[in-house]
Antibody, heavy 121, light 107 residues
Framework: QVQLVESGGDVVQPGRSLRLSCAAS????????IHWVRQAPGKGLEWVAV????????DYADSVKGRFTISRDNSKNTLYLQMNSLRAEDTAVYYC??????????????WGQGTLVTVSS | DIQMTQSPSSLSASVGDRVTVTCRAS??????VNWYQQKPGKAPKLLIY???NLASGVPSRFSGSGSGTDFTLSISSLQPEDFATYYC?????????FGQGTKLEIK
């Protein structure tokens, strides 16, 4: 079965950097687009970024554009999110979520359990 | 960006009740709407895709309908495990956007 496991969440100071990882198993990782979606404490869901199956196409929410970079290593079945210049408003649980297509498709059909990023001095 | 507005924000109901949650898009989006269920401390789970298609493994008491700007999620006979927060999401354009959520609580 599809499994997505995020890691790398931590408490960091504003302005610092952090890299999240999402290890995938149970499906052909290199055939699907993967997203990052975040949820601030007690709030709703916010789409963050997406990467195509081969890594050639990427898109970002305006709120993170220029600060966050999504990437993937298909040889390791792993997705990454490099987060730079972190702000307090980036505090959230970050989920990786599988797309049913090779890039941006109909839905987020499987999700990881999430990893918490707290930006605080 | 397309704004998704859910109503109500919260809802109290009893086991066995039929409930309906509504989602309105800020522009016409055909049937490009999905619904997710999220329980406290857990990841969201896909329930309905393309407005009316049941995701794999989802009980048939869940159903979705709508097209254009107005969409509904219905639960025909509430079970104890259905008390959760529900989100709609549009897949018509990027950025993908979600409704603010509807928290379904036990009466």
């Amino acid at each position: 079965q599809v499994q997505l496991v995020e890691s790398g969440g931590d408490v960091v100071q504003p302005g610092r950097s952090l890299r999240l990882s999402c290890a995938a198993s149970g499906f052909p990782f290199n055939n699907y687009g993967i997203h990052w979606v975040r949820q601030a404490p007690g709030k709703g869901l916010e789409w963050v970024a997406v990467i195509s199956d081969d890594g050639s196409n990427k898109d970002y929410a305006d709120s993170v554009k220029g600060r966050f970079t999504i990437s993937r290593d298909n040889s390791k079945n792993t997705l990454y999110l490099q987060m730079n210049s972190l702000r307090a408003e980036d505090t959230a649980v970050y989920y990786c979520a599988k797309d049913p297509s090779r890039y941006v498709g109909q839905s987020f059909d499987s999700w990881g359990q999430g990893t918490l990023v707290t930006v605080s001095s | 960006d397309i704004q998704m507005t859910q109503s109500p924000s919260s809802l109290s109901a009893s086991v066995g009740d039929r409930v309906t949650v509504t989602c309105r898009a800020s522009q016409s989006i055909s049937d490009y709407v999905n619904w997710y269920q999220q329980k406290p401390g857990k990841a969201p789970k896909l329930l309905i895709y393309a407005a009316s298609n049941l995701a794999s493994g989802v009980p048939s008491r869940f159903s979705g309908s709508g097209s254009g700007t107005d969409f509904t999620l219905s639960i025909s006979s509430l079970q104890p495990e259905d008390f959760a927060t529900y989100y709609c999401q549009q897949s018509y354009s990027t950025p993908r956007t979600f409704g603010q959520g509807t928290k379904l609580e036990i009466k």
